[in-house]
């Protein structure tokens, strides 16, 4: 079995993989304090309550956009799996060409996510990935990672709101009925599902202008399926895509397998 792990800003997604079959997953906090014992007794009790053995997991692969944190995880791989982790980075087989004018500053995250969509669906897409930011990454239907754009994420966006405006709540991330909000909890909750949804869509619809073919529009992400609710342009949802990525890139760049 293998290990799969994504440190993003906000949180860390983790999975073990048996084969192509995703066994178990967790997300939990990124915290850039945090030693390489301290995320081992965390694992360690994640394992032992997910009923997976320690023991069967014969490699790992990092995908990562936080530097400070990547030395912790290295080390406990090293320190209680006895496993040199692949991280992903430059001079990894993906599979994609990267038409970015400086490939070494596409995120890893975005890398992986194209490579699980362009290998799953063999055609152009738009993926919308709902993190600490939102990022937009186009792939062409010749396996081309052509760029993208970002945006501030919506949570930052409604820590801002609350933070810089003295009587504004935080609110509960849901979607409302109605866009015309009859109350202000209701008001911050439509203007944020809604003008995400909008900002997403008029931004994929300009990509696509951009692009040839009809490329396929995916949302990943802990929001994707919220915004996905209340957009015209998002037609998959994929929970696991980043998961998925990674699970792909190990097979294509383990020398053992």
Not at 107 to 112: E, M, S, T
Not at 184 to 189: D, F, P
Not at 227 to 240: D, F, G, N
Request: proline share 4%; aromatic share 8%.
């Amino acid at each position: 079995m293998i290990l799969a792990i994504d440190i993003g800003n906000t949180n860390v997604v983790m999975g073990v993989y048996n084969g192509d079959l995703l066994v178990k997953d967790w997300r939990f906090s990124s915290d850039r304090s945090k030693t390489s014992d301290e995320y081992w007794m965390l694992l360690k009790s994640l394992f032992f309550y997910g009923e997976i053995d320690i023991k069967e997991i014969n490699g790992v692969i990092i995908s990562s956009v936080v530097p400070q944190v990547n030395v912790a995880f290295e080390g406990m791989c090293h320190e209680y799996f006895g496993i040199e982790p692949l991280m992903v980075g430059p001079g990894m087989r993906t599979g994609l060409s990267i038409k970015y004018e400086n490939p070494k500053e596409v995120g890893a995250d975005r890398i992986v996510n194209a490579v699980a969509a362009y290998t799953t669906y063999q055609r152009s897409c738009i993926i919308v990935d709902f993190g600490t930011a939102t990022t937009f990454c186009a792939i062409s239907h010749r396996g081309e990672y052509l760029g993208g754009a970002i945006s501030p994420g919506i949570v930052i966006s409604s820590e801002a709101l609350f933070q810089k405006a003295s009587k504004l709540p935080r609110v509960e991330f849901r979607k409302p009925d109605k866009v015309i909000g009859k109350n202000t909890v209701v008001s911050i909750q439509s203007g944020l599902v809604y003008g995400y949804a909008g900002l997403v869509d008029s931004i994929v619809r300009r990509m696509k202008e951009e692009m040839e073919g009809v490329p396929l529009v995916i949302a990943t992400g802990g929001l994707a399926k919220l915004i996905a609710e209340a957009s015209e342009t998002i037609e998959k949802v994929e929970p696991y895509l980043t998961l998925t990525g990674l699970r792909i890139l190990y097979e294509r760049n383990d020398e053992r397998l």
